[in-house]
């Protein structure tokens, strides 16, 4: 459960020739991952399906591991990383869970600078069918190529990941995350605002006082 909760907070931190043969599913993702290590700031809407329970809110995003996503319902819930500490707010529970990211923890957490581009330690990646968009529903308007990576080791959370990209934006569109027993987490992106105002004080949060704090939670035995 531990490392399923750190695979998921690091997936929320991720010109191609898509039509041509000669592009592998690694140089396009490559790609992706060098587009969003050179974003500074971006905004946008997300909506979850956490193996059936549905949540959304939004996503705020600063260079060069800041992030927080505030969810709409559920008690108002909060995560935030801001490159050290990880804070989960459950209001409902009144509760705040903690977990400090050192050196060596970050590497295990795959929660670092390097984001996107630590999947390729863990998975192997591979085109779902080939580099040709297709829609990302059924009749949808809105075009993708999917990009499915598949883990190395058993010890991972997820035994495959599946990225949902938009070819002219480099923009991922959606995550859909599997673990070996078959639950799936889903995670939708929309409405991105690139290279927008987010200030530093969105990555700070001040806990009410009657909040129970749990410290180190993720890697305590």
């Known amino acids: 459960m531990k490392k399923l909760i750190i695979c998921m907070v690091g997936l929320l ?12 599913a690694a140089s396009y993702f490559n790609d992706v991952s060098d587009y969003y290590a050179g974003l500074y700031t971006y905004r946008c809407d997300i909506s979850v399906d ?14 060069p591991q800041l992030i927080r996503i505030s969810f709409n319902r559920q008690g108002g819930q909060i995560l935030i990383f801001d490159g050290s500490m990880l804070q989960i707010y459950l209001p409902a529970q009144q509760t705040l869970l903690q977990q400090t990211i050192t050196e060596a ?34 009749g949808s308007d809105v075009k993708v190529v999917n990009i499915m990576l598949y883990r190395r080791a058993t010890s991972e959370a997820f035994e495959s990941i599946k990225l949902s990209i938009e070819p002219d934006t480099k923009l991922i569109r959606r995550v859909i995350a599997t673990t070996p027993q078959g639950a799936v987490y889903k995670f939708d992106m ?6 927008v105002k987010v200030g530093s004080g969105e990555f700070y949060f001040d806990p009410p006082e009657y909040v ?10």
């Open 50 to 63: 956490s193996d059936g329970r549905q949540m959304s809110g939004s996503l705020a995003y600063s260079r």
């Open 105 to 138: 923890t970050a590497d295990d957490a795959s929660i670092t600078p390097r984001g996107l581009s630590l999947f390729k330690r863990y998975y192997t990646i591979a085109f779902e069918t080939d580099a040709n968009p297709v829609p990302l529903d059924a």
């Open 13 to 24: 931190f991720a010109s191609t020739m898509a039509f041509s043969q000669i592009v592998t």
């Open 212 to 221: 129970t704090s749990y410290s180190n939670f993720l890697f305590q035995e």
């Open 190 to 195: 929309t409405n991105y605002r690139l290279n």
